[in-house]
């Protein structure tokens, strides 16, 4: 393969992953605006879903291959089954307080 080829098809994935993250960006940005009145409050709300997005992709982690890395996946994937403590906070205030959306 020639360099020119690997550059193209780097170019390439470039575009298809901005456009794929606009893509994502726009419907979360859609799907918060009945829930979020303000701004800010829409920023919170899309920075909690990007987050844990973010933290369930596994497109950026490499498969473990040594048993240090085991054990380190394991405790991972427990971290990741758990909630978030934004998510804790956030459901605590919701359910138990009876605060809703508006002033979350």
């Known amino acids: 393969m020639r360099a020119g080829d690997e550059l193209a098809r780097m170019v390439q ?12 960006v726009c419907s979360v940005r859609m799907g918060t605006e009945p829930v979020a009145q303000r701004e800010a409050e829409k920023q ?6 990007a987050q844990r997005r973010e933290e369930l992709g596994a497109a950026h982690r490499r498969l473990a291959s040594s048993e240090e890395l085991a054990a ?4 991972q994937c427990i971290m990741l089954a758990s909630p978030n403590t934004h998510f804790v906070v956030l459901a605590q205030a919701i359910l138990y ?3 809703g959306f508006t002033p979350v």
Do not use: F, M
């Open 13 to 24: 994935l470039s575009w298809r992953h901005s456009a794929a993250r606009l893509k994502r």
């Open 44 to 49: 919170a709300v899309e920075a909690l879903i």
């Open 72 to 75: 380190k996946d394991a405790v």
């Open 97 to 99: 307080r009876g605060a």
